[in-house]
């Protein structure tokens, strides 16, 4: 099993955008990225930038089987479930591109609040 743990952010929203991200598997640190920038964008854009960093790192070493991400995005979380429709065009793609690459996972994605995702990653 595999655990992804990320996060993004801007400020001002939109304004200077970032993402971190950790990758643990068997309680150890296998990937991650902190304070990434990638120049302006919202906020949702930069919590899905984490998560597709995030997932790029774990295909790299898990081509299928169980993996479990933790994001303090609701609407993130919700949207790769299926949950809530996309309703703003820029974020649609990647919310798609999010689904496709969980393809042949066995996943789940779990909001948990911005105080327990800061603490995983040491912000």
């Not at 099993?1 to 801007?10: H, K, N, Q, R, Y």
């Not at 990434?36 to 774990?58: D, P």
């Not at 299926?82 to 994605?109: D, F, T």
């Amino acid at each position: 099993m595999i655990d992804l743990i990320t996060d993004g952010g801007c400020y001002p929203n939109p304004g200077p955008a970032y993402y971190s991200f950790k990758v643990i598997q068997d309680n150890e640190i296998v990937a991650e990225a902190n304070r990434q920038h990638i120049g302006n964008a919202t906020n949702n854009e930069a919590e899905y930038s984490g998560l597709l960093a995030g997932l790029e790192a774990v295909r790299e070493r898990l081509n299928d089987g169980e993996l479990h991400i933790y994001t303090d995005s609701r609407l993130m979380c919700n949207q790769v479930r299926g949950q809530w429709r996309c309703k703003k065009k820029h974020l649609k793609p990647l919310v798609e591109r999010a689904q496709k690459m969980l393809s042949g996972y066995n996943w789940r994605i779990e909001w948990l609040p911005r105080d327990f995702i800061f603490g995983y990653l040491g912000h």
